[in-house]
């Protein structure tokens, strides 16, 4: 849980972030770092 609270807390302001997958990643992977992208730049990240 308190990982959780850490990220939101280093979340709060807007900072450049990098989104990785692991090696050959599948259509989960894909999704879910696309799903993530869109999430933060919504939030002002870049």
């Avoid at 807007?14 to 939030?43: E, F, M």
Wanted: proline share 4%; aromatic share 4%.
């Amino acid at each position: 849980m308190q990982d959780l609270l850490k990220l939101k807390e280093v979340l709060q302001s807007p900072q450049n972030v990098v989104i990785t997958t692991h090696h050959k990643p599948d259509a989960d992977a894909l999704g879910s770092s696309l799903g993530l992208y869109n999430y933060l730049v919504k939030k002002g990240h870049h």
